[in-house]
């Protein structure tokens, strides 16, 4: 199946799902605005922000007095290509304040409506607010030397009984009416930029009582994102602040849920310090974050920017600094990034990930034009050559996207040779890749398996649909067989893994699912195997996968997994193996003018 029908099949399937939804809507209009963008930037601005304040109407003055302006905030994101912020003042480490004239007593609101500002600021230039909202009381004595940043004896005037709200359960339920209050207080006639919540994990008390039902039913304009779980009902998924991957710039290493599903990796700019502003100028740490940006593109990620706002908004010097060199290192490779998705899976594309010669980052391809495509070299190889592995693409032409000068190049083997480079950005080196479409791979394969969960059955893995995967039912070793329908020509599988588990061992209990050791068998008449024609393992890594085996002619090809890289320690993934989609390729892509399958030498 094409991508432009991969992506009618996910629009036809969200349109079986009606609101309250029972499970993940993967694909609806509210989400849209989102699936077109690259990046947001996070505000953490409350009553705490240093120097502190404990009165809610002096932190105010401080902030007005301060010339705190929206506009900034709003220039500071499109410098960093943000295309939404998210605005968190009810925040538990920082007082529990709403920026806006709550009529919901309990906690800091603020006579002037910071939030109404921002909003209106930020819909004038095209850019969405999300609103945080916290599950969590616990640190509402924090920083305190007596008392509580939270009024139960106010918030139970106003409910006309006794709520504690420095409880769990109470404070769900006073947090539920302050994002109701929200829902109501902007809306989508006036407030068109205000895009939904971003909720810091979960509680109870608002599983309880249908809050997230509830903005469906009175807002389903409004997107529903949430950190660290991955709940149904959410539009997303973020994933806060992930550490430990080899390169550490490379986020998506560690995220655990698959496509078509939104993602987003949420992180701080800053190298140290809190989320919020502490008193700090941090450093920022330029490789990483730009290496974090780029993969993120690169794997269909969202990166969710954290900046540490002062008082009056404006950023520390050095963060301010990095925004502004962002803002014109991205003006030079935008196209490579805008209206692109990540390359090597669900959306074709070249394979990303780890190259030769110590090379690593990731590719891109159009939205608009599957044949255009983009290597993102951020590790560079140790000498002048480069090899990415083709995905079956036919290379025309490739040019380094920052000069604009012709690359020399080679392709066979199922590689494309960038060879002659001797020009390397010091932080993402960019080529643009023209082919003329993919070839020489297997159409009408049929495919079974010695093992399937129910539901998820082999043919699953080679119908064209990303929405669709096999599962082998927790079965090691097991054996996952395409017939070809008549004896061709075979040189190589080709395997997209479900990418719904990190890549490498991040704990004892959270690990990856994809395929460690296995071996290949053809047969002519799928009964007579003989022996293996490649035994091999596949490293734990994300995005396309590839086995080549020597070139012959059969009509069945058996691949044996003999076992995956989970550990039994992670009950969860241990021998779970799912794949989106595989593939049989017949020969290797050619360079232009060459036919598929000849030599170029």
């Known amino acids: 199946m094409s991508r432009k029908g991969i992506l009618a099949a996910i629009i036809v399937l969200a349109g079986l799902v009606s609101a309250p939804a029972a499970s993940a809507e993967l694909q609806h209009p509210r989400q849209q605005w989102l699936r077109d963008s690259q990046a947001g930037l996070f505000l953490h601005w409350g009553m705490r922000t240093s120097p502190g304040y404990t009165s809610c109407s002096a932190w105010e003055s401080a902030v007005t007095n301060g010339g ?295 590719t891109t391809v159009k939205k608009n034009n599957p044949n255009l495509h983009y290597i993102h070299v951020l590790t560079r190889p140790s000498g002048s050559t480069l090899r990415v592995r083709d995905n079956g693409y036919k290379v025309s032409r490739v040019t380094n996207l920052r000069t604009g000068a012709a690359v020399s190049f080679s392709q066979s083997g199922g590689t494309v040779t960038l060879t002659g480079v001797s020009n390397w950005d010091q932080y993402d080196t960019v080529f643009k890749v023209e082919t003329t479409g993919r070839e020489g791979i297997h159409s009408g394969v049929v495919l079974s398996a010695t093992a399937s969960a129910s539901g998820r059955a082999a043919s699953a893995a080679g119908d064209g649909n990303y929405l669709t995967y096999w599962d082998s039912n927790k079965t090691t070793p097991v054996s996952l067989n395409f017939d070809l329908g008549s004896a061709k020509r075979v040189q190589y599988v080709g395997i997209n893994q479900r990418e719904d588990s990190v890549s490498y061992a991040r704990s004892a209990t959270e690990q990856s699912a994809r395929i460690r050791d296995y071996r290949v068998f053809v047969s002519n008449d799928g009964t007579n195997w003989g022996s293996p024609v490649k035994t091999g393992a596949l490293p734990s890594h994300r995005g396309v996968q590839f086995i080549d085996i020597p070139a012959t002619t059969a009509r069945h090809v058996r691949v044996e997994i003999r076992n995956t890289h989970a550990a039994s320690s992670d009950s969860t993934r241990y021998k779970r193996l799912r794949v989106d989609e595989a593939w049989i390729g017949s020969a290797y892509a050619a360079p232009v003018g060459m036919s598929s399958g000849q030599s170029p030498w």
């Open 68 to 362: 705190w302006s929206p506009q900034y905030w709003v220039n500071e994101a499109k410098k960093v290509h943000a295309q939404y912020l998210v605005f968190a003042s009810f925040h538990s480490r920082l007082g529990y304040a709403t920026a806006w004239p709550s009529k919901v007593p309990g906690s800091c609101s603020t006579k002037r409506d910071f939030l109404g500002e921002l909003i209106k600021a930020a819909g004038a230039q095209g850019v969405k607010v999300l609103v945080y909202m916290t599950d969590d009381p616990q640190w509402h004595q924090e920083g305190l030397s007596s008392g509580s940043w939270l009024n139960s004896s106010a918030y139970s005037a106003y409910k006309g009984r006794n709520v504690n709200i420095t409880t769990r359960d109470g404070f769900g339920e006073f947090s539920y009416d302050r994002i109701v209050e929200v829902t109501q207080r902007y809306p989508q006639s006036e407030y068109p930029a205000m895009a939904g919540f971003w909720i810091d994990n979960d509680n109870a008390y608002w599983e309880r009582n249908g809050l997230y039902e509830r903005i469906r039913r009175d807002r389903p304009d409004l997107m529903l994102s949430n950190n660290n779980e991955d709940t149904p009902i959410m539009d997303t998924i973020s994933n806060e602040q992930k550490t430990g991957m080899s390169p550490a710039y490379d986020y998506p290493q560690a995220v655990y849920t698959a496509a078509p599903r939104l993602i987003e990796a949420c992180y701080k700019l800053p190298s140290s310090g809190a989320w919020w502003y502490s008193g700090s100028n941090s450093q920022v740490d330029y490789r990483l974050n730009i290496g974090r940006y780029i993969t993120n593109s690169g794997s269909s990620v969202k990166s969710n920017m954290a900046e540490t706002a002062m008082v009056n908004g404006r950023f520390p010097s050095n963060q301010e600094a990095y925004n502004n060199f962002l803002n014109g290192y991205l003006n030079q490779i935008w196209e490579s990034i805008d209206g692109t998705e990540g390359g090597g899976y669900m959306y074709g594309g070249l394979k990303p990930g780890f190259w030769n010669d110590g090379a690593h980052g990731v």
